[in-house]
């Protein structure tokens, strides 16, 4: 038996009438709370089943169950929440806490939510239950009737009265626990079925996919060795690329370095060829006056070389006349000198005007050959200046067809840039206005989804509100099924109890290992057709409650063991091959309409069809008596038994009141318990599957509200961002055209510049290919340059000098032998 409990304290705060806190103190003994209709006594006795656990509103005598917390009068406002504490004496002991006072409270939030503590400490509504299921008080207890449950105790019927029994006996908390393991049973022989399934799926798979994987793994080898190769190839080009890209620059530099010596050299070799030039145009008036000293020399020296022969031929004339004079000469001898020096003076006056003629002509002929020598010294300086002019003109010309070309050449490069980055700034305006309009686009779509996505919030609202309405329903519908389960359970164990009686046949069913032949009890072994309990029953009679054997043997076996025992009496139908006599055989009469026979109506073992075919020979099943009489009326043979269990023969009748059931009655009762247990059962069971179901659909319904809401955040995060995204991509598209069209302005000014140069160009490469043409016209036209024919005519006045000299001394010569001659022919004489 239960131990005792008693109550201490109970505090209410905004529980339904009271607003205020209450603290109703219990004292020992009697507590009575008496007081007019609507002062709130059943609100004390709501209150004490409420902080125990109760979860139904009904109970409550409520609508919803935030309904218990004050809803405010038109003094006062409402309440937010509403809080129920009790206090329970637990100095005996109890409750299974090792407190001598216990504090059960309990809060409800208008929201929904639930809090509950157990001494201040949170706990959770199962260890509340658990805490009063042994001590006989809970929110299913038996010891709170509310309003009207009164009448409905007292009216009970067995099943119920048997729940308030099992609740007071402590045995509803084991059943509970032994439904919930076995939920929990069942629940895991079904995970541990597919857990099979699923390992021997997965065995037959691994095989495959074990191959694969080897496959998978060897592949995964063979592209790390490829690609490691191939890393390897790459650096190795990569070095092989870095060498000859530092070679290529070495060389380049030293190219570079050449180039600036060769150009240093070149400019070095220009600025000696001019200097040479100019220093060649300076020494030709020099040069003039050089080859005018030398001609002046040599006339000098032809003097010199005539005075000395000159001086020689006197030297020669003296020292002939010397001796002549000291001695004394013959006169003849002396007039014959006289007459030849007569003769050799006049020769002489000949050949010296001969001389003074030739004279004449080589100083003319000398005239001529200077003449000429200058005329050629002043042409051949003509033609040194003129060839210099040339050539420094020609490589003036030649600098500036460089410059310029080489300015049309940077024009062009310059032009070949604008219009490059002209392009780069064109395909950079169309790719950012590609993807303006892409994000555009981008912005109808998401407004577009932002009113679809408003849309599929306000549905999957309305899917979580329409999946916790259809969760609180299943979860209303899942209680009741538990309670009807609990109901037909309970019938079904008070019925088999009834099954077990204390009589003979108790005692035969109980003596199943020292009876040989015991088939069971009729009860158990008959099926009768649902609705037909009472009619079988009345038919069988004292059978209905008999024990079935397999033979005669058997059955005198059981009734000395009833002897024996002083168990009581029983009846024994044996089954087997028993012939039964000619009461079995012929024909049984053709029933009239609504009316079948009582064999047909059961299923019984084959050995023992004979034994209910003669129990039940020709015994029919009608509605009522009127019937039966009419068919006993219309076939004597026949033994009529109504749906009342009224039995009716053409010499007897059997009949009234309800009398205590028949084993028959209890046993079909039982399988009809059973089949409602069953059917009650797998109610609950698809209703709690619907209920995880629902519970499921209920968090997805959840998460897909709560995951469009940060859809719609982040698509508005997106607009915003996306809005910020395309000014910024306007700015940059409004910045590239104007770049293209400052480039492009650029690139027709360049265009322009360049035409202009590519004319100036043209023009200055005609006058260079002029110049070249006059002066390759001119080194073809011959050696206008060339010292040979100055070189002649200064050989030629060389020559006529020396032929003048020559002619001089020669008239110099012979006027001085004439002088010399002169008077000598007068001395002679």
Known sequence: MSPHVYLKTLTLRGFKSFASATTLRLEPG?????????SGKSNVVDALAWVMGEQGAKSLRGGKMEDVIFAGTTGRAPLGRAEVALTIDNSDGALPIDYSEVTISRIMF???????????????????????????????????????????VLQAGPEDRRSFIEEAAGVLKHRKRKEKALRKLDAMQANLTRLTDLTGELRRQLKPLGRQAEVARRAVAIQADLRDARLRLLADDLVTMRLAFEQEAADEEAMKVRRKQLEREYAEAQAAETELEQRGAALVPHLAETQETWYKLSSLKERYRGSAQLAAERVRNASRTQPEERRGRDPEEMAAEAQRIREEEAELVEEIAEAQETLAGAVMQRTDAETALQQEERR????????????????????????????????QAEIGRLRAAAEEARGRAAAVQREYEQLKSEVEGLDADGGGLDEEVEQASQALAE??????????????????????????EALELGLNRKDGAGA????TDRLSGLLGSVAAI??????????????????????????????????????????????VIVGGDVAYGAADDGDWPELPGGARYVLDLIQVQEELRPAFTRLLNRMAVVEDLSEAAALIGRLPSVRAVTRDGDVLGCAWARGGSSSAPTLLEVQAAVDEAAEKLYEAGARAERLRTELEFATTGRQAAKARVDALMAQRREADSQKAGVAQQLGRLGGQARGALGEVERLVAASEKAEEARERDLAQLEELEGQLLEAQEAAEAAAELGDALSTDQRDAFAQAATAARTAEMEARLAVRTGEERARALAGRADQLD
């Open 30 to 38: 009697i507590t009575c709370v008496v007081g007019p209709n609507g």
């Open 110 to 152: 208008r929201n929904g939510g639930s809090e509950y503590a157990i001494n201040g400490d949170p706990c959770r509504l199962l260890d509340i239950q658990e805490l009063l299921s042994d001590s006989g008080i809970g929110r299913e207890m038996h010891v709170i009737l509310g309003q009207g449950r009164l009448d409905a």
């Open 380 to 411: 051949l300086a003509a033609s040194v200046r003129a060839a210099a002019d040339q050539r420094e003109s020609l490589a003036k010309l030649d600098g500036r067809v460089g410059a310029m070309r080489s300015k049309a050449a940077a024009a």
């Open 467 to 492: 999946a916790e309405e259809k969760l609180t329903e299943l979860r209303a519908s899942e209680r009741e099924a538990q309670k009807e389960h609990a109901g037909y359970s309970a019938r079904k």
């Open 508 to 511: 035969l069913l109980a003596a």
């Open 526 to 571: 008959l099926t009768v057709e649902s609705g037909a309990e009472a009619a079988v029953a009345a038919a069988l009679g004292t059978a209905a409650d008999a024990v079935a054997v397999t033979s005669v043997d058997s059955a005198v076996n059981a009734i000395r063991l009833l002897k024996s025992e002083d168990a009581g009496q029983a009846t």
